[in-house]
Each structure stands twice: as C-alpha cells, then as structure tokens.
C-alpha cells in the first residue's frame, strides 16, 4: 500500500470513528453502537458470517394479508381502485384503510395452499440460492408464525394476529421446506407496528415475539429487523436484550444493520442497500442489497415490470464484483403461489449459476473500481487457486479482453461453459485475453472468462481510467471532476451515467487518465515503435431542441474546438468528433472540456470522451 493510500485510509478511519462516537453524543443513546455494545456479538462476527459470505445469494419472500389485496383497495381487481404506487405491501396506507377493516376484509381472502413452502424452496434450489429470508411479521402487524401473545392470541380489534391457516404455522412450515432443500433459513421482523396500539407496552411485545422466533423454531441463519429512524433506534428497540436473547438460542446467526438508523450504517454483521447497488466496494464490510423481481415487494395484480434472467444475472454480478449478496424477493399472491415470470426467470439465472457459479459463489470482490473492460470483476477467495473471474457485459472489440492493471502472470484462461482461449503477455504490455471475434454463444447472457493466475493477484490500484488492448480510452462521466461555477443558479451535475444541467460558461470538467501505451504498437521489422500516437477525440453527447454551442477540449499543450447541435432530444446520443491529438510520452494526464458558447437553456448531456488511435498512424 502506498504512503498516500494508508494516510487516505487512516484518515477515514479516524473521521468514521469521530462520526460514531458523534451520534452516541448527540443522541445520549448509549446503543447506538456496533451490537449495542455487546463483546460476544463483536468477538465472533467473522466466524459467524463465513457461510455467509460465501452464500452471495438468497430469497426474500414477502407474504401477509396485502398479498390479498395485490395492490387494490377494495381488495377486488375487477371493483377496487388501483393503487400505481410500488409497493403493494403498504396498501393500507395508500387506501388510508383503519381496522378492524383491513383485517375483516383480508383475511377471508388469505389462503396459503398446503405445501407452498415447499415450493418456494424447490424454486429457490433450481435458482442457485442458498438461504432465504421470510416476513414472520411485517408493517401490518399480522403473524405468520404461531404467537402465544396475549395480544397476539386475543386481539380486541382484529380477533387474533396469527394468520396462518387452522391447524398451520407458516414461519414452522418455511423452515422446514428450506432446511429439507440445503438452504439456511432466516427471520424478516418488522420492529413497527401498525396496529398495536399501547406505545408504553410495544416493547415487551417485541420482545415476546423475537423471543418466539429465537426459541421455537431450530437454528436460523439470519435475524432481518426492519426499519428504525432517527429517534426509533438502538435502545429505543432494547436492542441489546434482543440481541442477549438471540445469543442465547441462536449463538451461529448473523444479524442485519436495521435496529439503527440509516441502510449503510456499520452497526450489525452486514448492511443493507435496498433497490440499489452501492457504487464501490467497502473494505472490511459486508453488505446483502435486496431487490424485487418487478418493483413491488408484496404481490401485485398489476405490476408487470418484471426483471428478466439477463437483469437479475448482471445485478448478481455486479453485487458479488463488490463484495456484496444479493437477497432477491418473490411475493407470492394470498394462496401462496409464486408468479409466473418470477419463477421462469429464477430458474434461468439458476442454469447459468449451473455454469458460472463458480464465479459468485465464494468469491471476494473486484480489487478495482473500473474493470479495464465493460463489465464487472470476482476473484476467487482461495490464494492456493488464485482466480480471476471477468462478467463480460459487453463483447469487446475484436475478442480482446485487456487486463490491464493485473501484474501477476497468468497461468491459463477458459471461457466458462466454452474452453479455454488464448492469453497474450509480452513484457511491456498488460496481458491480454484473444477471444472470438464474437460470442460463441449468443444466448449467454454474461459471459465469464476465468484467469488462473500465477501466485496472488497484484495490482496497480491506479484509480484512473485505463486503456483498452487496441491503446484507445474511454473517459465516462461517472469518472469526470465536475468544476461547477458558484454563481450558477442551477449547476452542473452526475444524472444517471452522463453530466447534465450545463447551462453555464463559467462551468468545466476534467477527465484524468492514465496514458502507458501512446506510441504506434510495431515497427514493420516487429520491434517497438517509438513514433509519437495520434488520437481522435470524440464526444457522445446528446443536445436538445434549440440547443448546443461550443467548446475547447485542451489536452497537454494542444487546444480543440468543437461545435454542437441538436440531437433531436437530451436523451438521444450521438458521437461527435472534435478532432486529433498527439500524444508523446506516458503518464498522467487531464483533459479539460469547457464552453465557449452555449446556446438555448444548455450546452449538452455529456456520457463520455473517447481517445481513438487514428488508422494506419505511423
């Protein structure tokens, strides 16, 4: 580790430990720390998240009277209204529904077909998973485990909270459906309440019921707490007589970060994204983002907008490529079935776990932040092995995959599911992996190229872009210094994966790069050239109607300008060409984008700038 990272580090370690003992001060509450302060928690956290780690996917299930209603209020397609917000499972709140109302209409309607756990457990084993979370109880307040409290069993509102059918207990029945299949079964709790209705006495509730879930049940993998906001955390819960409690009967379950505040908070065994992908790795932590097969969690009539085995394969590898699980929720309908389009999905990403598994399943995350390739990277966490797995998301050009970055010499390269395939290394250049000019198999929708290495992987942990096998380089906005101006009244800014909002002169951006190949690769006679490289520079930009201007691309001692014109609409983009640069010598260097003249509301939607070598140079 350089100088300059260790400082970074240790600097970050000292601020982020400043931070936490700013939020015990502040907030006065003495459990608002990693495990409530308890030592045990602490002591053993690594050992008791190893299967964990090595899991790298799971199944969320989301059950409880909403699925009755799928999203209308009344619960009837063919009458109800139809609620468009995303998530089905809060339909009491969107049709601002009291009880006893939700719970008489609902509870006729809820009924969970005989053997449907087991189901989901043969689903979840055909998709490749290996552990599964499921709502014992959820924001509504209903149980889908057998509770003996006095206000469980005799409910002055709603009669009882227990809601599995006569003579079953569903939370009993999931467990016993998963652990059968080889998967570890985990505990979903919601710690709010929406129809207890004592505040002084919720807590001895609560702690009733994780006493249940902990003591009746056999050994569970996972306690999923959800969700607590600033003031309604750590000890607000009794967070730590919780967790007492589950050290007693569960002293091998991991738990999640829910009992404090915010998603990315370091206090439990892992944290917990929802519906996004954290855009680093974070060094030390473990992270589970939970995500939906469309976009509602509960089951809904009406939202269609399903993920297909391509998006939920590139999501699984992009969360392992940052050391990451991936917890993927199913929400049955009130008879316990799964949809359609989500288990058809669910068992295609299973037969390509069947080829690539190896690639997820036990990996560690990608030591770099930008693959040198359009995709995403896993390493395997067995040193006597060492693996490099490279997610191919686009098919590089001409079958070249550059591994640029890598120093450690490679052994041997196979193309999963295909064979092995040629590696190019010569002592001046980064090895490269020769491919098929295109994917043997079209219908793979993420190839994998795995690279055994000769001894552990090293690094050059440069953060900057690199150069592609052919010496061109994308620079992507996602990787720009924005130099916004501070008299703008509305400034440039990151939207999705382009700059936007240029609307002001006095406005710029910066693209630092790497340059380690600028010259003509080969003289005729096979010997390294050393002529000067020549580069065009082209923009992907979009411009809207009446809208564009111009702008100076300065790059070392050269100056390009560069004119804009409509696209037809801000999202449509299109390349343009500002022209060629010289390029002499390697090293770091920064190429500088600002406006001359802008015309309209803005100059343009800016995706990336690219160097291309220019054809036949030298």
């Known amino acids: 580790m350089s100088r300059f990272l260790f400082r970074s580090s240790l600097c970050c370690a000292l601020l982020a430990a400043q931070a936490l003992a700013a939020d015990e001060a502040s907030t006065g509450d003495p459990e608002i720390m990693a495990f409530a302060g308890s030592e045990e928690w602490k002591a053993d956290h690594e050992q008791r998240v190893k299967w964990f780690r090595e899991a790298r996917f799971g199944m969320f299930i989301h059950l ?49 077909e005989p053997g449907c756990t087991a189901e989901w457990a043969k689903l979840a084993r055909e998709a490749g998973m290996r552990y599964a979370v499921f709502t014992a109880k959820h924001h509504e307040g209903y149980t889908l485990f057998n509770s003996k409290s006095e206000y469980s069993v005799h409910n002055p509102v709603t009669g009882s909270t227990n809601i599995s059918p006569a003579g079953r207990d569903l939370f009993r029945e999931f467990t016993d459906s998963f652990r059968s299949e080889g998967l570890v079964p985990g505990a979903y709790y919601s710690l709010i309440d929406w129809q207890y209705p004592d505040a002084a006495r919720y807590r001895r509730y609560l702690h009733q019921h994780l006493t249940e879930l902990a003591s009746g049940y056999g050994p569970l993998g996972i306690l999923w707490v959800d969700y607590s906001s600033a003031g309604s955390e750590g000890a607000h819960w009794g967070t730590r007589s919780i967790l007492d409690i589950w050290r007693t009967h569960q002293p091998a379950a991991i738990v999640n970060n829910r009992f404090w505040s ?77 949809p359609d389009p989500a288990a058809r999905t669910l068992r295609e990403v299973g037969k390509w776990l069947g080829t690539h598994g190896e690639a997820i399943y036990g990996t560690t995350g990608s030591p770099l932040l930008y693959p040198p390739f359009k ?65 043997p198999d079209p219908s793979d929708p993420l190839p994998v190229v795995a690279v055994r290495l000769n001894g552990p992987p090293v690094f050059d942990f440069s953060p900057y872009p690199r150069q592609a096998p052919d010496r061109s380089i994308t620079l992507l906005a996602t990787q720009a210094v924005l130099s916004p101006s501070v008299t703008a009244t509305n400034p440039m800014r990151m939207e999705e994966s382009h700059i936007g909002f240029w609307s002001d002169t006095g406005e710029s951006v910066w693209f630092p790069f790497m340059m380690r190949y600028p010259f003509t690769p080969r003289n005729a006679d096979g010997s390294e050239a050393k002529l000067p490289g020549r580069f065009e520079v082209m923009l992907d930009a979009a411009v809207g109607s009446e809208s564009g201007g111009e702008v100076e691309i300065r790059l070392l001692d050269q100056t390009l300008h560069c004119s804009l014109s409509s696209t037809s609409h801000w999202r449509e983009f299109r390349e343009v060409s500002a022209g060629t640069v010289t390029i002499s010598q390697p090293g770091l260097m920064a190429l500088h984008v600002r406006p001359l003249k802008i015309k309209g509301i803005g100059l343009m939607n800016l995706r990336s700038v690219k160097l291309i070598p220019v054809a036949g140079d030298g």
């Not at 519906?275 to 473990?286: C, F, S, T």
């Open 64 to 112: 409880g009277l909403y699925s009755a209603a799928g999203g209308y209020w009344p619960p009837d397609p063919a009458k109800g209204i139809r609620y468009e917000q995303q998530q089905a499972e809060r339909i009491r709140t969107w049709a601002s529904v009291g009880e006893p109302e939700y719970g008489t209409a609902l509870k006729p309607l809820f009924k969970p």
């Open 262 to 338: 915010g998603l990315e908070n370091p206090y439990g065994d892992f944290f917990t994204p929802e519906k996004y992908v954290p855009p680093a790795g974070y060094n030390g932590r473990i992270f589970e983002a939970c995500h939906t097969l469309n976009e509602s969690f509960g089951f809904s009539h009406h939202d269609n907008s399903w993920k297909g085995p391509a998006d939920v394969i590139r999501l699984l590898a992009e969360v392992a490529s940052k050391g990451g699980n991936l917890l993927l929720n199913v929400g049955p309908d009130a008879h316990g079935r799964i």
């Open 375 to 439: 995709g995403w990277i896993t390493l395997s966490a067995d040193d006597r092995d060492p693996t490099l797995y490279c997610h191919i998301r686009e098919w590089p050009e001409g079958g070249l995959l550059s591994l640029e970055g890598l120093d450690t010499p490679c052994s041997s390269a196979t193309l999963l599911g295909t064979g092995f395939v040629d590696i190019e290394q010569s002592g001046n250049g980064p090895p490269t992996i020769r491919l098929p000019a295109n994917p």
